[in-house]
């Protein structure tokens, strides 16, 4: 992918125009030209972008520092996350205020909102710049994504890790407790996991797991969740 274009509403600077404004027909994105991307991601007011180069430029609401750049300020145009400087980025996954990306070494990352434990850096703290998880016991991740307030990861062994906000079951470890590292599901380690991602549409939120799909949705009046899962 060489060019990039935004459209829709503009507050926090999401769009990555330089303003708040408004948008109803996709622009492309001046501070990203010339810079071959080949992945973005979008939280609830952030974005991303990774180059063919393996850099990653951010902007949007930073209130928790999910762009990764130093602050908490938010950034009307993309920027340069230089705590990446000579790590070479494979993809980037984007939660609602926090953010995630997996090297090409097989490195995870967390920073941002911190307070479930959805980074995987073992607290509840939140982080301006993105930081080494170290608790994988040397497996090497393939692909991140993110929910609200958890994250998925996939290793290249084809094994699921989870850890963040599990008030309802969501992390599939049977239980409710938050998990502050990442840790493997046990549930599917038969399972060679291909590819994860996430999508919340109203009060919905579905994982698609290829090799199996994993539905997890709250049912907001009852509190409740439920896990299925269909082998194919």
Excluded at 142 to 169: E, F, P
Aim: proline share 2%.
């Amino acid at each position: 992918m060489f060019l990039t274009v935004t459209d829709t509403r503009g507050d926090f600077g999401r769009l990555g125009h330089g303003d708040f404004s408004d948008l109803f027909t996709p622009q492309p994105i001046k501070a990203l030209h010339g810079l071959r991307i080949k992945q973005i991601a979008c939280g609830d007011s952030h974005c991303l972008a990774v180059t063919m180069e393996g850099e990653v430029q951010s902007w949007g609401r930073n209130q928790n520092g999910q762009l990764g750049l130093g602050s908490t300020e938010d950034s009307l145009v993309p920027q340069k996350i230089q705590a990446f400087q000579g790590i070479s980025i494979k993809m980037v996954a984007a939660g609602a205020e926090h953010t995630a990306a997996v090297s090409e070494e097989g490195a995870l990352y967390g920073w941002g909102w911190g307070r479930y434990g959805n980074l995987g850096l073992g607290d509840r703290n939140d982080r301006l710049v993105p930081e080494k998880v170290s608790t994988l016991n040397g497996q090497k991740m393939n692909m991140v994504a993110c929910g609200w307030r958890h994250t998925i990861s996939v290793s290249d062994t084809g094994r699921l890790y989870t850890y963040g906000w599990s008030k309802y079951g969501q992390l599939g470890h049977g239980d409710f407790e938050d998990h502050l590292v990442p840790h493997k599901v046990e549930s599917l380690a038969d399972s060679f996991i291909k590819q994860v991602k996430y999508f919340h549409v109203n009060n919905l939120q579905y994982f698609f797991i290829q090799s199996w799909i994993l539905f997890v949705f709250r049912i907001y009046f009852g509190f409740r969740t439920y896990v299925k899962f269909y082998g194919f």
